[in-house]
Every structure is written in C-alpha cells, then in structure tokens.
C-alpha cells in the first residue's frame, strides 16, 4: 500500500476561516487542534477541533475531516467515518471529496476490506485522476481483490466481475495517461527544427 492517510487539510483553508469568521476563535481552536494533531497529540487535537465545531459557520466539513483523521489515528475507524461523512455533507469542494475518499479507502483497506477500498480509491480518482498515490493504492486494491477470487467456478463470484472489468478498463486507460504524459508532444520531424 504507498500511502497511510496522507491526505490531510493544511493550513491555508483554516486560515481564510480565520479571517472570515466574526469571532476568531473557532477558527484559532482549530489551529491548535491542527498543531496538536501535527505533533501526536491527538486528544488535545480532537477537544480543539470539538470546540470549534461549536462556534464556526465556514469551514466546518474541515474540522470534521481533521477530526475522522484523528480519530482514524487512533484506530477508532467506524468514528473517523462518521466524521467524514459529516464533512462529505457539508462540502463541494472537490479537494475535501477526494481527500474523504482516499483516507475512506486507505481504512477499508487496513479492515481487509478490499472491495470498498477499490470503490473508494476510484471515486477518490474520478475526483483528481492525477493522484499518483490513489493510482497506486487502486491498482493495491484490485490485486487483492483478484487473489481472494474463488478458485473454481462452482463457488460463484458475487459482483466481482464487474470490479474486475471496471477495474482493468481503468487501470488501462490510466495507463494511457501517464504514457502520454511522458512523451513528447512534438513529431520528431519538427523536434529538430525548433529554433531555440
């Protein structure tokens, strides 16, 4: 697996928190939670992130994900979802969707749950296709996912084909991706006629 949850919120959201709320300390809590959080204190960090929950209007599906983040750091994994999914419902910010999905399919995978660790890493992708740590943590996924098929077909596969399909058409189609983005865009007839 390339990544534990990596994908945490930096400062600069909480500090356009800082300066749009009325009353800052909300967003000062915050700070402090992220600070705590920074530096292993994690029940310090979720009292801050707690605190400001009470008091903040913008910014709060940010406390929420630092929170599940906590939370997922201290092995409590059905409480980090439930953060997550708060700040899924209070957010359309495409970044915070696709940093809930990725932690989402970091912690199934660490369940063993691979096939929600598949959906969750390809949600996190059709989010920001560029993520090389999601690319990494699918394709992880899928593998998984193939070596606990039944061996025979007697035993029946339940919906596996389809993720096995889906699976292989986007691992492909990735592929092409980064292959185009590593070659030239220019034909090698008009490389050397540039002039520099």
């Known amino acids: 697996m390339a990544s534990f949850v990596r994908k945490t919120l930096g400062l ?6 800082l300066l749009s709320c009325d009353s800052s300390m909300p967003a000062v809590r915050v700070l402090w939670g992220n600070m ?3 530096s292993g204190l994690y029940q310090k960090a979720i009292l801050n ?17 630092n929170l599940g983040n906590v939370y997922f750091a201290l092995g ?13 419902e209070n957010t359309e910010d495409i ?10 399919g970091v912690l199934y995978y660490h369940w063993g749950r691979y096939d929600e660790a598949y959906r969750s890493f390809r949600r996190a ?11 990494i943590n699918l ?24 993720i096995d399909e889906g699976g292989d058409r986007l691992l ?3 592929r092409r991706k980064e292959a185009g983005a590593w070659t030239s865009a220019e034909s090698p007839d008009t490389a050397h006629t540039r002039d520099w």
């Open 12 to 17: 600069l959201p909480f500090l356009a928190i």
């Open 36 to 38: 705590a959080y920074g």
């Open 49 to 65: 992130y707690l605190a400001a929950d009470d008091g903040l209007n913008v910014g709060v599906e940010a406390v929420h994900f």
């Open 76 to 88: 409590e994994g059905d409480a980090a979802l439930g953060a997550w999914q708060q700040a899924e």
């Open 95 to 104: 970044d915070v969707l696709f940093r809930i999905a990725f932690n989402r």
């Open 125 to 135: 992708l059709s989010l920001d296709p560029t993520d090389i740590d999601a690319k």
């Open 139 to 162: 394709e992880d996924a899928l593998s998984r996912i193939r070596t606990e098929l039944p061996s025979s077909p007697e035993e029946g596969v339940s919906g596996i084909e389809s």
């Open 172 to 174: 492909d189609y990735v």
